[in-house]
């Protein structure tokens, strides 16, 4: 069974840099069968779709972060990672990796358990 | 984007009773081409990943029980648990997929009355 496991630092500096790393275990995400992606939920409230790829496609991003966010793959480690610049208080949140299988929905059907980012000097 | 906003904000059931959530978007999510509702619902227990249960607003995911069940279309959505059980009190997100970016609920809290 898939899993996956977020993994970063807890605190980040505004204006700094975010950056996270999703471990993928029991499948791989070289596979063309899915897209992995990236979901925050800021506390208090609902949760905000970031990105996503399939390996060997182009990613593709949320609008109102594209200008700051950048995904990659490690595929010798089985991971992908969350770039994301300039950082305000507005961007903590739990931060999610997540599977979609489906070919034609862009929903999830494996999740890690999500990092807690605050973003504070 | 489109909104999607969920109803109630928290709800209490007792066991073996149903519940009810609700999910209503902003806009369609029927797709005219297909006849398909774009519309996913999970489940959020404290510690644990998000987990899903319906996809394409009536499908029940692998292994998720039948007294959960999806219905609706257009812009009008629901989930119900038949008989509430003490491993259903969670958290509830209703998401949308026919927009890019898919957009979520803000979630509604189910415990036991």
């Known amino acids: 069974q898939v899993q996956l496991q977020e993994s970063g630092p807890g605190l980040v500096k505004p204006s700094e840099t975010l950056s996270l790393i999703c471990s993928v275990s029991?499948?791989?995400?070289?596979?063309?069968?899915?897209?992995w992606g990236w979901i925050r939920q800021p506390p208090g409230k609902g949760m905000e779709w970031i990105a996503n790829?399939?390996?060997?496609?182009?990613?593709y991003y949320n609008p109102s972060l594209k200008s700051r966010v950048t995904i990659s793959t490690d595929t010798s480690e089985n991971q992908f990672s969350l770039r994301l610049t300039s950082v305000t208080a507005a961007d903590t949140a739990v931060y999610y990796c997540?599977?979609?299988?489906?070919?034609?929905?862009?929903?999830?059907?494996?999740w890690g358990h999500g990092t807690l980012v605050t973003v504070s000097s | 984007d489109i909104v999607m906003t969920q109803s109630p904000d928290s709800l209490a059931v007792s066991l073996g009773e149903r519940a009810t959530i609700n999910c209503k978007s902003s806009?369609?999510?029927?797709?005219?081409?297909?006849?398909?509702?774009?519309l996913a619902w999970y489940q959020h227990k404290p510690g644990q990943p998000p987990k899903l249960l319906i996809s394409?607003?009536?499908t029940r995911d692998s292994g998720v029980p039948d007294r959960f069940t999806g219905s609706g279309s257009g812009t009008s959505f629901t989930l119900t648990i038949s008989s509430l059980q003490a491993e259903d009190v969670a958290v509830y997100y209703c998401?949308?997929?026919?927009?890019?970016?898919?957009?979520f609920g803000q979630g509604t809290k189910l415990e036991i009355k």
């Open positions: 394409w607003a009536s």
């Open positions: 806009q369609t999510v029927l797709s005219s081409s297909n006849n398909m509702n774009y």
């Open positions: 997540a599977r979609r299988s489906d070919a034609y929905g862009d929903f999830y059907d494996y």
């Open positions: 029991g499948g791989s995400i070289t596979s063309s069968t899915y897209y």
């Open positions: 790829f399939y390996y060997g496609g182009n990613p």
């Open positions: 998401q949308q997929y026919f927009s890019f970016p898919g957009t």
